[in-house]
Structures are given as C-alpha cells and as structure tokens.
T-cell receptor, first 112, second 111 residues
Framework: SQTIHQWPATLVQPVGSPLSLECTVEGTSNPNLYWYRQAAGRGLQLLFYSVGIGQISSEVPQNLSASRPQDRQFILSSKKLLLSDSGFYLC???????????FGPGTRLLVL | QKEVEQDPGPLSVPEGAIVSLNCTYSNSAFQYFMWYRQYSRKGPELLMYTYSSGNKEDGRFTAQVDKSSKYISLFIRDSQPSDSATYLCAMIIQGAQKLVFGQGTRLTINP
C-alpha cells in the first residue's frame, strides 16, 4: 500500500532563515505531488504541484519554491522566511488517473 | 464569491444524532466531489468520493451530490465522539490538477 511521509513534523524558525521541508511517497511510481498550506481557521491553499521529476507548477507567487529531485520526493524551500509563512504545510499525492488526493501528516511551521 | 462555500461552524450535536454537513459551489464544471475528515493537528483523511450526481453510502456515512442545485452534503448517522473533527469538502474538474476546498466545518459530538 501507499504511504506518504513528511518531515519534520514541527519546526520553529526565525524570520529570514532558510527552509526545507521534505515529502516522500512509498508504494507507487510517477505520482502527482502537491504542496498545500493551511493557515489557522482557513481552508487549504495549493502552493505547487508536480506531474514528474523536475516539473513544477506554481499556483501562488510568493517567496517559496518547490523541487522534485526524484520520482517520489518533493521538497518545499525558502531562502528567507517571513512571518506570514507560518502555517500547516501538507503534502499530497495522487496517481493512476485518479482525481482523489491523499495527504501526508503535515509539518507545522512557526516563524518568529 | 468563493468557488466553494462551506459553513465553518462550529457545529455541536449530541452523541447518536444525525449530522448534516453541506457545501455549495458556483462552477458547474466540477465533476468529482470529495469529503475529507481532519483531526486536530493531523493531515486530512479521505472519507468519501463521488462522481457526478447521486448518493454514495459507506457505513454510517452518506455523500449526496445535487449538480442541478450545485450542492453537496455529507450525512453522518449514529454520530460518535470519535467523529469530532473538521470536515472539508473538495471538488475538481476532470483532468485538472487543482482540488478546490471549502473552508471546513468544525464538528463536535458530545457524549
């Protein structure tokens, strides 16, 4: 069966510091991968998605970037964090032509 | 106007009650409809998935889609305290990559 992992689970970072969040999927090949952000009391905002290695589509212009160095690995990065980057970051995947997406456990980021 | 509207609640009901959660949407091109359950500080978990109009039942959960009214519902029968969570509706156009989510309804089932 398929499993999706995210780390770290929790992160506290100072403003202006860099960021790297990692997501990996097991048990499938060539998945579509997604990064979402969920701010407190708000819905999920799609940040990036990828349909293959090196292919990244950005939904929202911001100081974040994403990369997909391997088939089942998706990384969310920032060179300099802002206070507004605080939130719950979720990675998701789907595949096989299915429309449903399956989410990982999330990373809670607090920027101080 | 948001593409998907969902009452954020909170909604509080006694154990054993029937719960009705709803979303309305504006884009008639949506074809796939999903309900996710999200416990506090966890990732969303897919509960129900329906295509086009109609009903789908899975245990105590029933998902209903009325495309003519652009309205979807999730019913929970015999609600349990373990059903206490935030419920998110989501929908997508076939072939698109972007799931569009409602804001989520926070539900509490009181023992």
């Amino acid at each position: 069966s398929q499993t999706i992992h995210q780390w770290p689970a929790t992160l506290v970072q100072p403003v202006g510091s860099p960021l790297s969040l990692e997501c990996t999927v097991e048990g499938t090949s060539n998945p579509n991968l997604y990064w979402y952000r969920q701010a407190a009391g708000r819905g999920l905002q799609l940040l990036f998605y990828s349909v293959g290695i090196g292919q990244i589509s950005s939904e929202v212009p911001q100081n974040l970037s994403a990369s997909r160095p391997q088939d089942r690995q998706f990384i969310l990065s920032s060179k300099k964090l802002l206070l507004s980057d605080s939130g719950f970051y979720l990675c998701a995947w789907n595949g096989g032509g299915a429309e449903t997406q399956y989410f990982g456990p999330g990373t809670r980021l607090l920027v101080l | 106007q948001k593409e998907v509207e969902q009452d954020p609640g909170p909604l509080s009901v006694p154990e054993g009650a029937i719960v009705s959660l709803n979303c309305t949407y504006s884009n008639s091109a949506f074809q796939y409809f999903m309900w996710y359950r999200q416990y506090s500080r966890k990732g969303p978990e897919l509960l129900m998935y329906t295509y086009s109009s109609g009903n789908k039942e899975d245990g105590r959960f029933t998902a209903q889609v009325d495309k003519s009214s652009k309205y979807i519902s999730l019913f929970i029968r015999d609600s349990q305290p373990s059903d206490s969570a935030t419920y998110l509706c989501a929908m997508i156009i076939q072939g698109a990559q972007k799931l569009v989510f409602g804001q989520g309804t926070r539900l509490t089932i009181n023992p």
